[in-house]
């Protein structure tokens, strides 16, 4: 069964902490992506790649990096971790192609105080 | 700004009746819109998708309709049944919508 594994399910910093989220997909795709999902936003994209050591700004990229030195695994980094990060982070991979659907993670709920 | 909109937070429909999920865009350019659904605790699930070249696309239940000229998808669940019960979103390339909760009722 093909996946795409979060390292966290949950996930408490303190404010002020640099952050790392992992994300690892074992179907060999192209393309990675990191969204948050808030209530009445829907998912929001930060940051894609589409290919190894590869990678985008999506809509919202402020107060995040990421880094992709393996093709199975995209990580984000949350610079300074602050309470509006709050949220639920959804990782997601597809194949090369518009067309293709993604596969996405469980999430990582990640809460900074 | 949003370029894929769902303004229905909420849907709920009879058992076995059709249930319409809408979705506006702004994008001219997205290649393919797709549809997920989402259940409580679990990522988005890949439903469906259509090319922007084409008007219609089914798959068993669900169906999906683009209307370029007002840039307006739908998506059509016929029959509804409890188990469609979950947060719909649509997604236009990379971009999605706010979500629609659909409640399909016994």
């Known amino acids: 069964d093909v996946k795409v594994t979060q390292s966290s399910r949950y996930l408490v910093k303190r404010t002020g902490e640099k952050v790392f989220l992992e994300c690892v997909q074992d179907?060999?795709?192209?393309?990675m992506f990191w969204y948050r999902q808030d209530p009445g936003l829907g998912l929001r994209l930060i940051y894609f790649?589409?290919?190894?050591?590869?990678?985008e700004k999506g809509d919202i990229p402020e107060g995040y990096s990421v880094s992709r030195e393996k093709k199975e695994r995209f990580s984000l980094i949350l610079e300074s971790a602050s309470t509006n990060q709050t949220s639920m982070y959804l990782c997601?991979?597809?194949?090369?192609?518009?067309?293709?659907?993604?596969?996405f993670g469980s999430g990582t709920r990640l809460t900074v105080v | 700004d949003q370029q894929v909109k769902q303004n229905s937070p909420s849907l709920s429909v009879q058992e076995g009746r059709i249930s319409i999920l809408n979705c506006d865009y702004t994008n001219s350019m997205f290649d393919y819109f797709l549809w997920y659904k989402k259940y409580p605790a679990e990522g988005p699930t890949f439903l469906i998708s259509i090319s922007s070249i084409k008007d219609k696309n089914e798959d068993g239940r669900f169906t999906v309709f683009l209307n370029k000229s007002a840039k307006h998808l739908s998506l059509h669940i016929v029959p509804s049944q409890p188990g469609d019960s979950a947060v719909y979103f649509c997604a236009g390339d990379m971009r999605f919508g706010a979500g629609t909760r659909l409640t399909v009722k016994p």
């Open positions: 179907m060999d795709h192209e393309n």
């Open positions: 790649s589409y290919d190894v050591k590869m990678k």
């Open positions: 997601a991979s597809s194949a090369l192609g518009a067309g293709y659907g993604y596969t």
